[in-house]
């Protein structure tokens, strides 16, 4: 009786007063969730629960943020627009992808996964992520994070595996020529899906591009004056570009039917 009574004030606590869980930071850091498999079966139910639970951890304020923290789980998301009886209307679209980004199989329309997988609730979505990443600063950390790893190499892949044990994932998107032409970063930690072009000039796609390329690729760090993330001070350890247009709000066709049931 002693535990629940306890229990219930701590979770009250918490949401009076803004705090996270610790069940849910430890969530975030470990980052437990799996790719959805199309192998494992029973698909539409990977695909919704995987959605449900990254649509309650994380902050996201595009739909190309959001594609990139579903790119991390095998999944993609669309948008479907159309006019029924003279009405128009907006939808989203799920379907699931292999490792390389190529989808796979069917897409699903998210009315089976419940109001909150739905294009309204997400839109409504971006609004409150703004508004919390702003009030909260929750920016700043991932920033300081980013930069401090960015000094220290000039190796793309050190880069990206430097981030991920710090509790960041980073999606990149290239051009044909394969060039960077979008960065985010996925903040486990802070749970914010973040352009690296929102957080500084700096972070954006051409400096990247520009800084992961010859003659400085493999050669010393140039030092510069970064502050070390304190975050990783306390864990002990040391030291999107803007939105592709194309790939953002249009119209976007699903690549055959939408599974209804």
């Known amino acids: 009786f002693l535990y629940r009574r306890s229990d219930r004030i701590r ?23 799996r790719k959805v498999a199309a192998s494992a079966g029973d698909v539409k139910k990977q695909v919704g629960n995987t959605v449900k639970a990254l649509n309650g951890q994380y902050r996201f304020q595009t739909m190309g943020e959001y594609r990139a923290l579903l790119s991390l789980y095998n999944m993609t998301v669309e948008e479907a627009r159309g006019n029924v009886r003279g009405r128009e209307y907006h939808g989203l679209v799920y ?5 390389k980004g190529n989808k796979v199989g069917n897409p699903f329309k998210s009315s089976l996964f419940g109001k909150s997988a739905g294009y309204e609730a997400v839109q409504k979505k971006f609004v409150r992520s703004k508004s919390e990443i702003k009030d909260r600063k929750l920016a700043d950390m991932t920033k300081r994070t980013v930069l401090s790893v960015l000094q220290g190499t000039y190796d793309k892949d050190k880069f990206v595996s430097q981030l991920k044990e710090k509790g960041i994932d980073t999606v990149l998107r290239y051009t044909e020529e394969g060039r960077i032409y979008g960065a985010t970063f996925i903040d486990h930690r802070t749970g914010c899906v973040l352009n690296g072009s ?5 972070l954006s796609a051409n400096a990247l591009q520009e800084h992961f390329t010859l003659p400085y690729a493999g050669q010393p760090p140039i030092p510069l004056s970064i502050p070390v993330d304190a975050a990783d001070k306390a864990y002990g350890q040391t030291a999107y570009d ?19 049931a």
């Open 242 to 260: 803007r939105e592709d247009v194309s790939g953002g709000m249009g119209l976007l066709t699903p690549e055959g039917p939408a599974v209804d």
């Open 198 to 202: 929102r957080m500084g000039k700096e």
């Open 95 to 99: 379907s699931v992808t292999d490792d």
């Open 11 to 33: 979770r009250e606590l918490e949401q009076k007063y803004g705090l996270h869980p610790a069940e849910r930071k430890n969530q975030r850091l470990d980052n437990p969730l």
